[in-house]
């Protein structure tokens, strides 16, 4: 259903009592907040709306992400309210079991070591701290890597763990590589596989690009954190205690938004601020599992 009138806006937000937002392309682009972000989200709060925040960008935990909405002009908004796909990690590999006491790769942001570390898991090992202790940033050389990996030992390590990463080279990919191409029992996580990255009228290179990469050495599935995967967002639901309650998931994406929320089996509504246009939305067959509940140009239009 399109919302493009007051009298359905109204009823779609009377309707709902929780609205769980996803970030990139729904309350900001790139580097800007959308001018009437603030605005839409203040009303839903005197409504008495619940609000959450759900992201499959894994740049940074919760904590960061609640300075990000302060530095954005966004009061209000707690740790406790956010849901990166670096904290989905966290839950993830707590799920899976994976001994404390062996080590986590990590290629990515801050985010993921620091959701890791709040777990309990203390013997992370990201990347780029560990390259630019060994003095080998820059320009990748062979025998400079070789000496790298050489004090890697794979059998120490219980997943590698991928997300978004501004700084993806050859270093990291042979370090991923090397761990699991050398430890079976390995598990590989990634934050998500969104291709792109929506930053203003650009589509930036996404997780998908670097899960990829390590597949293409790698014969190896990837375990994914974030949406589309459901668990995140049953987590959600379950720890604020919102089973009895109506939700509806707001994204621009189908393939991760709009599924995650129909896998959840709760309301969807898909935005064109970001990456889903028109024309795709209206690609979308009847009953297929990207199929949004409803289609808004963008949340602005709660302030009809």
Same mark, same amino acid.
């Given at each position: ?38 605005? $839409? ?52 590999? #707590? ?19 620091? #959701? ?9 090992? #990201?990347?780029?701290?560990?390259? !630019? ?21 794979? !059998? ?84 604020? !205690? ?25 309301? $969807? ?9 028109? !024309?795709?939305? #209206? ?22």
């Amino acid at each position: 259903k399109k919302l493009d009138n007051k009298s359905d806006i109204d009823q779609f937000i009377k309707e709902h009592d929780v609205f769980i937002f996803d970030c990139d392309g729904v309350l900001w682009s790139g580097s800007e907040l959308f001018p009437k972000t603030k605005k $839409t989200l203040d009303l839903l709060k005197k409504k008495g709306k619940q609000i959450f925040f759900l992201t499959n960008n894994s740049s940074l935990s919760r904590e960061g992400y609640a300075k990000k909405f302060e530095k954005k002009g966004v009061e209000g908004v707690l740790s406790t309210m956010i849901y990166p796909s670096s904290f989905a990690i966290s839950i993830l590999v #707590e799920r899976k079991k994976i001994d404390k006491k062996k080590k986590i790769l990590v290629i990515g942001m801050e985010g993921i070591a620091e #959701e890791l570390r709040v777990a309990g898991y203390n013997g992370v090992l #990201e990347c780029h701290p560990y390259l !630019q202790d060994k003095g080998v940033l820059g320009n990748y050389e062979e025998d400079k890597i070789a000496k790298i990996l050489d004090t890697i030992n794979p !059998q120490e390590f219980g997943a590698v763990v991928c997300g978004y990463d501004r700084r993806f080279e050859n270093y990291r990919l042979a370090m991923a590589a090397h761990v699991l191409l050398h430890n079976k029992d390995c598990e590989f996580i990634a934050a998500c596989t969104d291709s792109c990255l929506p930053w203003g009228k650009f589509s930036l290179p996404g997780t998908l690009g670097v899960v990829r990469a390590i597949q293409s050495i790698v014969d190896k599935e990837v375990d994914v954190a974030g949406k589309p995967n459901r668990m995140i967002l049953d987590y959600i639901i379950e720890s604020n !205690q919102l089973k009895d309650k109506k939700c509806v998931i707001i994204g621009d994406r189908l393939d991760t938004d709009i599924k995650c929320g129909n896998l959840a089996e709760i309301d $969807t509504c898909c935005v064109l601020t970001g990456h889903s246009t028109k !024309q795709m939305v #209206e690609k979308v067959k009847e009953g297929d599992a990207t199929e949004p509940n409803y289609v808004m140009e963008g949340i602005e239009w709660m302030l009809s």
